[in-house]
């Protein structure tokens, strides 16, 4: 074969008209497909130009400012009232509570500095939450924002990548209404803005390559680190980035591929990632009261949680295509581990291990027919396969060492996927058989699966928020001198977040995650100072709870045993009772003072 510099007749001229000619001549890339010419014309079969005209680029934002405009209008309604839809939305509440600059742990570092940022820009504006539902709601929108940007993104990559307009809406509405995304886009937890971060990162990046300037490449070394301190795990996007900003040495041939303006563009990246998440996590840590460099890096690799999630096993890797579907369709919602679904619901456990086994298989065939017809792929199909397909492998490692099932982590890997099968379908609409048929079909009925998360999404945003009033009916019944020992259900959530008292109250399962059985020692010095100052001391929601309800948290993850508190559960007594739905949650007094 003949490569291409070797032809002189080839002039740009020519090289346009082919470039027309094919748009017209090759029907097999039609509405699915780009305009490509190949070198097939000239004795090869490799790809010779990568079509990014101006033209194409307007076409692309266009998409994206509409996908934006319609999406957020659309997350902003569907915003829910419910605090514990998804885990983390009640945490904006404590910035409602102190309203003053304080930060987070390590997951999610800057999430109350966004909070407290964002609300206070919309109070410049006018807009000011009259109590904590509604400042609950406006730091939803803060999440819709991001949401809708992180579609408009999706969609205009999509379009760069297919050249098609329908795959670029419909990549964007699948992405959109997986449970996973709509859940969080319409809440108002950590996650959200730090992967619109990171999105705006990719941006940045394919930017560089059109500009050939460093300054993109800067911006998004830089934004990776804003997406770190956001929430840790979005930074494994940027390898995606990496790809994109040196994509030309992954396809041109015939150039020397490591050399000195390939290690500028990755050096540049890297030092100002590097300098980015210095700057932000120093000052956080030095807030928060590390002043040595030595207990900064200390506080940097603390991961809050590793006692009970953190491992890896043969068990979790079976369980990630059912925490796939389970994140995009809404199936098994009441879902508690497998041995308790065959248990008690074998026929929700056919459906879900036939859906899981079904869409691992379609997944498996749309990677294999782009490497089958790697040699038909245009540039930018390339390119785009490789950057999902990394950023795929990095973002799907918090999902096997973690939690297979946990709906953060899915959110990049899900963008990852609709890429590659974005790409996929431009191959196989020109197949024939079984593959032009799932072509035709798949798109579809995926469409129709994720619309069923709005079962969901909507009774969420009309439900009514009582959590609220039960967390003040708890309050009035707790001192400024007493001391409350909570769990995980709604009203101990709550009243944490919104009306405790600094010091006053104390997570149980959050302590025991951090310091397993340690905690029982300051737990119990607690108790003691506050029962001599003539405080009460309260447990809500543990001395009743049964024993293998307990061991299934914290007694096998967070090495905490049943029987440490049983000198307690013998001297409470029960004081109230509050609304959850779960159940009624009971709040016990300990001491003899009964009332019944």
Request: proline share 4%; net charge positive.
């Amino acid at each position: 074969m003949t490569p291409v510099a070797e032809i002189p007749t080839l002039s740009a001229g020519m090289l346009e008209f082919a470039i027309r000619r094919a748009d017209k001549l090759l029907p097999s890339q039609s509405s699915l497909g780009p305009p490509t010419v190949t070198s097939t014309s000239f004795g090869g079969d490799t790809p010779l130009v990568c079509v990014m005209t101006d033209q194409i680029s307007a076409k692309a934002i266009r998409i994206g400012v509409a996908v934006f405009v319609l999406s957020a209008v659309v997350l902003i309604l569907l915003r829910s009232k419910d605090c514990f839809a998804v885990d983390g939305g009640f945490r904006c509440l404590d910035v409602y509570r102190r309203q003053n600059l304080f930060f987070h742990g390590n997951h999610h570092l800057l999430y109350p500095v966004n909070v407290l940022v964002w609300t206070r820009l919309l109070s410049a504006l006018g807009f000011q939450p009259g109590g904590p539902l509604e400042f609950f709601s406006t730091v939803e929108v803060m999440n819709c924002l991001a949401g809708a940007g992180c579609l408009a993104i999706l969609s205009w990559l999509t379009f760069l990548i297919t050249f098609s307009a329908r795959l670029a809406f419909g990549t964007a509405a699948g992405f959109g209404l997986t449970g996973a995304f709509i859940a969080h886009a319409t809440n108002a937890n950590e996650p959200m803005l730090a992967i619109f971060w990171s999105f705006l990162g990719i941006v940045f990046a394919v930017v560089s390559v059109k500009r050939k300037s460093v300054w993109p490449i800067l911006l998004s070394g830089f934004l990776f680190s804003l997406a770190m301190a956001t929430y840790r795990s979005a930074v494994l996007f940027a390898p995606a980035a990496l790809v994109l900003i040196i994509q030309d040495r992954l396809v041109e041939s015939g150039r020397k591929y490591v050399d000195r303006d390939l290690l500028g563009r990755i050096g540049s990246f890297t030092a100002v990632w590097f300098i980015g998440c210095v700057s932000i996590y120093a000052w956080a840590y030095s807030h928060m009261g590390d002043r040595q460099l030595a207990e900064m890096v200390r506080h940097f690799f603390v991961q809050e949680g590793a006692r009970a999630y953190l491992g890896f096993g043969i068990g979790r890797l079976l369980n990630v295509p059912l925490g796939l579907v389970r994140n995009v369709f809404p199936i098994v919602p009441d879902f508690s581990g497998i041995r308790n679904l065959l248990a008690d619901q074998k026929v929700s456990a056919v459906l879900l291990f036939s859906l899981a086994a079904v869409v691992t298989v379609i997944i498996v065939l749309c990677c294999r027919q782009v490497l089958k017809n790697w040699d038909q792929l245009h540039l930018n199909q390339r390119i785009g396969f490789l950057a999902s397909s990394v950023g795929l492998v990095f973002t799907m490692i918090p999902v096997l060492i973690w939690n297979p099932y946990y709906d953060k982590l899915w959110i990049q890997p899900f963008c990852c996927l609709s890429l590659i099968t974005a790409i996929a379908l431009t191959i196989m609409a020109r197949q024939g058989g079984y593959v032009l048929v799932l072509s035709k079909a798949v798109p579809p009925l995926v469409l129709i699966g994720v619309l069923l998360n709005l079962g969901r999404v909507i009774p969420s945003h009309t439900r009514e928020p009582y959590e609220f009033k039960e967390a003040e009916r708890m309050a009035a019944l707790v001192g400024k001198q007493d001391f409350v020992v909570g769990g995980w259900d709604t009203v101990s959530t709550m009243y944490g977040a919104l009306l405790a008292i600094d010091g006053n109250f104390l997570s149980l399962p959050s302590e025991a995650m951090l310091s397993g059985s340690n905690l029982w020692r300051p737990l119990r010095e607690s108790i003691s100072r506050t029962t001599a100052a003539g405080g009460k001391v309260y447990f809500l929601g543990l001395l009743d709870m049964p024993e293998p309800v307990w061991d299934s948290f914290l007694g096998t993850r967070c090495g905490v045993s049943y029987s440490e508190i049983d000198d307690y559960r013998a001297v409470a007594h029960l004081r109230a009772r509050f609304r959850s739905r779960s159940g009624d949650v009971l709040l016990w007094q300990l001491g003899s003072d009964r009332e019944r």
